[in-house]
């Protein structure tokens, strides 16, 4: 059994070290529940327990404590990986919920599996998920200091390997911040968030850079080709090289093996692996 996890690739980290001691222990305390989780669940209900964890600290961007977007709104958005049964799930641009995460989870039984904006509030307040503000006063007072010149990160994701072998991998976000409404993360689609029976990765960066490196995806398919897990990100990372690309990558392989690479070194993560706990 093994589990990762990320709390986002965020400025803020850079000269805040307050900050980013905080959230380094705020992911010590998770990554231990998550583990402890695990014990007596799959890798598919831990990632999901685990996120919504992440999603319930004010201190990342996602759930409660998401960024503002341009408009004053905040727009939640998180997705879910199966490994064992491929099927992905996810929620883009919802509004006024606790829990993405939970809603993804619900839409893994559904055919129509991805639902964005208007429909995906329906669809929760539909499921008993009930009206909820993720805005917190700081949140609040960073947007009203208009600080739309530094992208503020802060996703969060999951990885987990189960006694079973199986893997699942979980991500969520309040987006890069500041962005015009209807701008899509990464953290939704398969860039961001992909597992199958071989490998699950969870991304954070800046979305458009994980989408045209395809990230999540390309490291899983470089695995299931062969490939270790850390030769797969680190290729994977190259390839953004090119245009700078911002990223950061929380993995786990069938094999066993764990892994977490950023292209710029501001990444939060902790990891427990057999009773060995690392962080970040
Ligand atoms: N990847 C997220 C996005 O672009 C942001 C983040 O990772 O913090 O929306």
Known sequence: MKLIIHGGFFSESQTNQEIKIAK???????????????????????????????????????????????????????????????????????????NPICIAEKLLSYDDRVLSGKGAQSFARENGFGYYNPETPQRRKEYEKKLSDSIRLGTVGCVALDAFGNLAAATSTGGKGFEIPGRVSDSATTAGNYANAFAGISCTGVGEDIVSGAVASNIVT??????????????????????DGFAGVIGISAAGEIYHADTHPYMVWALYDEGVEVFG
């Open 24 to 98: 380094q222990q705020a992911l010590e305390g998770i990554v231990k529940l998550g583990y402890k989780y695990l014990q007596h669940h799959t890798a598919l209900q831990t990632a999901v327990y685990v996120v919504a964890l992440l999603e319930d600290s004010e201190l990342f961007n996602a759930g409660t404590g998401s960024q503002i977007q341009s408009d004053g709104k905040i727009r939640l958005s998180a997705s879910l990986m199966d490994g064992k049964s491929m099927r992905f799930s996810g929620v883009i641009n919802i509004e006024e919920v606790k």
């Open 222 to 243: 470089r695995v299931t080709d062969g490939l270790s897990l850390a030769a797969a990100t680190e290729k994977s990372l190259d390839e953004l090289k090119p245009f």
